[in-house]
């Protein structure tokens, strides 16, 4: 079953009922992404699918689609960075929680009595991975493969060899 859900959910109801939550949320509509963000235009594609593990527990599937404007930090230029993603979270209440986590799922610490409570809201967990997936430093990837013409490339010293005059002493023969 798709919705909708903008506002804060229980995170538990939505993983014991197996719902799915998809949309589309423009970039400027998630405040603490647009200041990493050159232009805040655009939007992307979400769908976060509830479930729950082995023991009961509650996690999520986010899978993300769309595209970013970063400033690149070689050439200082807007650039348009893909995202597509799909990350596994499952939610835990403490630390000691994580090594009982299925493998393929990344933590997300929440107090238990948030997950109860409606506190959940499927729009943050998509700007949190969001925020997750920008890079520290951009690098339009158009770059990366060109070397830059005012960057100094060091060479490695040559090696000196401290015994090399003694070879040439060895290949004359005494008379």
């Known amino acids: 079953m ?3 859900i903008s506002s804060m959910a229980d995170a538990n109801r939505l993983a014991t009922t197996g719902r799915t939550v998809a949309g589309e949320v423009a970039l400027k509509d998630l405040p603490r992404l647009t200041g ?3 232009e805040p235009f655009g939007s992307v594609n979400y769908k976060l699918v509830f479930s729950t593990d082995m023991v009961g ?4 599937r986010i899978a993300l689609n769309g595209a970013a404007r970063l400033l690149c930090q070689r050439s200082l ?5 893909k995202i597509d993603s799909d990350t596994q979270l499952g939610f835990i209440a403490t630390e000691e929680e994580e090594s009982a986590l299925m493998p393929g799922f990344d933590p997300i610490l929440v107090d238990p009595a948030m997950i109860a409570q409606d506190a959940i809201t499927p729009l943050g967990l998509v700007e949190d991975e969001l925020i997750l997936l920008i890079p520290p430093v951009p690098v339009n990837p158009a770059l990366s493969n060109t070397e830059s013409p005012g960057i100094w490339q060091a060479r490695a010293p040559e090696k000196a060899h401290p015994f090399a005059a003694l070879s040439s002493l060895l290949k004359t023969k005494p008379s």
């Open 36 to 38: 990493l963000l050159v």
């Open 57 to 60: 527990r509650a996690c999520v």
């Open 2 to 4: 798709n919705a909708v």
């Open 77 to 81: 230029e807007g650039f348009d960075f």
